[in-house]
């Protein structure tokens, strides 16, 4: 994307698409595209005529995208916020430099019409002239976040849009994220049941539950307004090389537990203050599966996994310790 960039702004509606607040995010790749729908009419025409170009009606959807973005420790917490219930950035404790950006998914699971963004992908033409391609009314549809071993942590973060629109923005005013650095394997703790354990990848899938494909008939945008059709099923796996029985014995008992995955950067940003990202799934089920014996290679076993509801913490908390304020 040497040409390209990508803007993001948080919306006050969702039918209200953002004008100001424009931040500029390095993403690692960007899938978005405009849900086009072609309505024929096949009338009674002569059997060596083609298909009229009259009979012919184009109806925009809406729009989804894909985002891939490395977990960086700062900037991330606007693409975030349309995947949670709540999404709030304070002071460190003590701290005048670091914040706590603190998202939170409760019982009821992330809402579609909350914490809504524009984004804006940004294309420069060879002459060096700019074409936005903005995509508002952007409601989270799923996250996902993998940390494998010798790789950089990784964000997928799946949107659906309202109405996208080609139009260049009025002398947008634009911050550029410094990102500071990317979280990888080497900054990672994963923690079941409080015992930190030597894993070789974690994995967390978090689909919202959303319907994409909602719609009404009414005229204007609004004939698009997806709402959640169903309880979201959040889950994740880890896999590990073979070690002792008891992640066997807690799949076949169906006991749950707590897991907390933790990366921590290694400059602090004041006194002993660090950057951080803090996961915690309040309580988590194995739903398999037996550990596999390999000729040539360590006996590995995955361990896929519900998340659920304990009733006394939230589902999913991310809590970034990080020198940017905003969200």
């Known amino acids: 994307m040497a040409n390209s960039s990508v803007i993001v702004a948080a919306q006050s509606a969702w039918d209200t698409p953002a004008t100001t607040g424009w931040r500029e995010i390095e993403v690692s790749s960007d899938g978005h595209k405009t849900r086009a729908k072609p309505m024929d009419y096949k009338g009674i025409r002569s059997a060596t005529g083609a298909k009229t170009a009259r009979n012919f009606r184009q109806v925009i959807e809406g729009g989804d995208g894909t985002i891939e973005v490395p977990g960086f420790s700062n900037g991330l917490g606007i693409l975030l916020a349309p995947f949670f219930d709540t999404a709030a950035s ?48 952007g409601r989270g549809v799923q996250l996902d976040v993998t940390q494998d071993v010798d790789a950089n942590l990784l964000f997928k973060l799946v949107y659906d849009y309202r109405n996208p629109i080609r139009a260049n923005l009025s002398s947008p005013s634009i911050t550029q994220v410094e990102a ?33 494909g909602d719609k009404c008939i009414k005229q204007g945008d609004n004939r698009h307004t997806p709402m959640r059709k169903g309880t979201p099923e959040p889950t994740g796996t880890l896999k590990w ?72 913490d939230p589902v999913v908390e991310f809590v970034f310790v990080t020198s940017d304020a905003a969200l």
């Open 180 to 212: 500071d650095l990317i979280y990888n394997w080497a900054d990672a703790t994963i923690e079941l049941d409080g015992s930190a354990e030597c894993v070789d990848s974690f994995n967390l899938s978090l689909p919202t539950g959303i319907d994409v």
């Open 90 to 137: 304070a002071l460190h404790s003590g701290g005048t430099l670091a914040h706590d950006q603190t998202f939170t998914w409760g019982p009821e699971g992330p809402p579609a019409n909350k914490n809504i963004t524009t984004v804006v992908r940004r294309e420069q033409r060879t002459a060096g002239t700019l074409d936005d391609y903005k995509y508002p009314g």
């Open 241 to 312: 090389k073979y070690d002792d029985p008891g992640y066997y014995d807690a799949f076949i008992t169906g006991e749950p537990m707590p897991l907390t995955a933790t990366w921590v950067g290694p400059v602090a940003i004041e006194g002993s203050t660090f950057p951080s990202l803090t996961i915690s799934l309040g309580a988590i089920r194995f739903t398999g599966e037996d550990p596999e014996i390999s000729v040539d290679e360590a006996t590995m076993q995955n361990l896929p996994f519900e998340i659920l509801d304990n009733e006394e």
